[in-house]
């Protein structure tokens, strides 16, 4: 397995900065998980400035997956992930052979 992903991430928050990062610990996320660093180089969108004058600053980071299994997102800032700021991704090794398009 050898996926290449590239993470786009904007911040949309007016009142304050946000970062993402891949790690392999999963919630729930009652210690700083991001103290690990990232599970995958390159997996890392340092601090976005909060959103101003109708402007969201974007940063993107592409970087491979090659071992399958569930990677986590999450916001870097304290207290951030308990506010619920955290995803899954599922890397599998399996070819797709069903449309996962779902809202």
């Known amino acids: 397995m050898n996926s290449v992903i590239t993470l786009q991430f904007a911040n949309q928050d007016k ?25 995958i180089h390159g997996a890392f969108v340092s601090s976005l400035p909060a959103a101003r004058n109708d402007t969201d600053p974007v940063a993107q980071t592409v970087f491979q997956i090659r071992q399958p299994g569930r990677y986590y997102y999450l916001c870097q800032y304290l207290g951030h992930t308990a506010d619920g700021m955290y995803g899954k991704l599922i890397a599998d090794s399996r070819p797709d052979t069903k449309n996962h398009n779902t809202p």
Do not use: K
Request: aromatic fraction near 4%; charged fraction near 15%; charge should be negative.
């Open 15 to 39: 009142d304050g900065p946000h970062g993402i990062e891949v790690t392999l610990a999963p919630p729930p996320y009652n210690r700083m998980a991001m103290m690990d660093g990232p599970a």
